[in-house]
Nanobody
Framework: QVQLVESGGGLVQAGGSLRLSCAAS????????MGWYRQAPGKERELVAT???????NYADSVKGRFTISRDSAKNTVYLQMSSLKPEDTAVYYC?????????????WGQGTQVTVSS
């Protein structure tokens, strides 16, 4: 079964840093684009960052220069290094794996990890 497990969330003061981890099943990690999304109360889930199996990254404008997504194939893990955190970064962060076996993508999601940034 495909499984995504996030960790690393917590409470941090503005300006601080956190590193989120997402441990993925090898079967999906090897072939899928990985990403991080977040959802704050009352807001829609939004893309934070993605990384393809080839290492191409994409970031939301709101986190460019502050967040870095990376993946470690040996550990089947994707990371989100978050620096210079702001209160508006507070949200539940979800790991995503997007698999395209034929034409249409299939998305897998982790359970989420809470990130709270205090001012």
């Amino acid at each position: 079964q495909v499984q995504l497990v996030e960790s690393g969330g917590g409470l941090v003061q503005a300006g601080g840093s956190l590193r989120l981890s997402c441990a993925a099943s090898e079967s999906i990690f090897r072939f899928a684009a990985m990403g991080w999304y977040r959802q704050a109360p009352g807001k829609e889930r939004e893309l934070v960052a993605t990384i393809t199996s080839g290492g191409t990254t994409n970031y939301a404008d709101s986190v460019k220069g502050r967040f870095t997504i990376s993946r470690d194939s040996a550990k089947n893990t994707v990371y989100l290094q978050m620096s210079s955190l702001k209160p508006e970064d507070t949200a539940v962060y979800y790991c995503n794996a997007k698999w395209v076996p034929v034409r249409t993508p299939i998305d897998y999601w982790g359970q989420g990890t809470q990130v709270t940034v205090s001012s």
